[in-house]
C-alpha cells in the first residue's frame, strides 16, 4: 500500500484548513496560498513523499501577486518552488523522503524582500490493519532566511510628528538567520464503498523564533525599547475526509 492511493479521495473531498499563524499576538507574516495541494511540503514537512499515482518525484511551482491596483510597485507578491522524491523503506508501505524548496517574498515599496532555503525529511509508516489502510509519517525542515530592505526612502513614526528629523540610519540591511521546523500527517484511505477515509495533519514553523533586527536596539537608560521583534512560531492544522 503506498499514499497515492489516498490522493484522488483527497482531492474529491472538501478540505477544512485551519491556519494558526501564531498562538499570540501577530507581528510577523509568511505567505501563504489558498490551494494547499499544490504548496504541500511549504506547510507541513510531513508531507514530503506523499505523491499521487505511481510517481516517486515531484516538482512544484507555485506564484501570486496581491493589491497591485493599489500598491502598485509595492504590490506583495510570492514565488516558491520545490522539489521531492520518495523512497521505499523495508516494509511495503513504508518510505522515507527527501526534498526542498524555496520561497521568495517580496512586500511593500521600498521594497523588503525576503528569500527562505529549507531542505525537507519525512518518514512514513504503514499502520495498515487487515480491513482498513492507513498511514503516519513525521518530518521536519531545516534551512535559513534571509531578509533585505531597500534603504531608498523609508519613513519612521517619529518623522510623522517631527518631519525635520533625518532619515534612520539601518544597521543592517541583510539579516540571515537559521530556522527549522517540524510536522506530523496521519491518513486512513477510504476503500471502496467504505466511507471511513480522513487525514489530519499538523505542523510548527520557526520554532526558534528567529530574531528580525535592522537596527542596533540597545536600550537607552529610561526608554522602552520597542525595537526587538521576533519571528512568531507558526501553527498549522489541515484536516479532509
Known amino acids: 500500500m503506498t499514499p497515492q492511493k489516498s490522493t484522488s479521495n483527497f482531492k474529491r473531498h472538501l478540505l477544512v484548513y485551519l491556519f494558526f499563524l501564531s498562538l499570540a499576538a501577530l507581528q510577523a507574516q509568511d505567505g501563504l496560498f489558498t490551494n494547499f495541494d499544490e504548496a504541500s511540503i511549504y506547510h507541513n514537512a510531513a508531507l514530503t513523499g506523499f505523491l499521487p499515482g505511481a510517481a516517486t518525484t515531484r516538482v512544484q511551482a507555485r506564484a501570486r501577486e496581491q493589491w497591485r491596483s493599489f500598491l502598485g510597485n509595492g504590490a506583495y507578491r510570492t514565488v516558491t518552488t520545490g522539489i521531492e522524491r520518495r523512497f521505499c523503506g523495508n516494509d511495503d508501505g513504508d518510505y522515507f523522503a527527501v526534498g526542498g524548496h524555496v520561497v521568495a517574498d517580496w512586500q511593500g515599496d521600498p521594497s523588503l524582500r525576503r528569500i527562505d532555503a529549507y531542505a525537507n525529511f519525512a518518514y512514513a509508516k504503514d499502520f495498515s490493519s487487515r480491513h482498513q489502510p492507513r498511514l503516519l509519517s513525521g ?6 532566511l534571509q531578509y533585505n530592505i531597500e534603504q531608498g526612502n523609508p519613513t519612521f513614526d517619529d518623522q510623522f510628528d517631527n518631519p525635520t528629523l533625518p532619515d534612520e540610519q539601518l544597521a543592517f540591511q541583510n539579516l540571515l538567520l537559521f530556522d ?3 510536522g506530523v500527517f496521519f491518513t486512513q484511505f477510504s476503500k471502496k464503498g467504505n466511507g471511513n477515509g480522513f487525514s489530519l495533519g499538523a505542523s510548527a514553523k520557526h520554532l526558534g523564533q528567529p530574531e528580525l533586527r ?3 536596539n540597545f536600550p537607552t537608560p529610561g526608554t522602552d ?11 498549522t492544522v489541515h484536516a479532509g475526509g
Not at 518530518?139 to 535559513?144: A, P
Not at 525599547?225 to 501553527?235: A, D, E, F, G, S
Open 225 to 235: 525599547n520597542q525595537t526587538q521583534v521576533r519571528l512568531p512560531t507558526r501553527w
Open 180 to 182: 527549522y521546523g517540524v
Open 139 to 144: 518530518g521536519f525542515e531545516l534551512g535559513y
Open 214 to 216: 535592522f537596527i542596533n
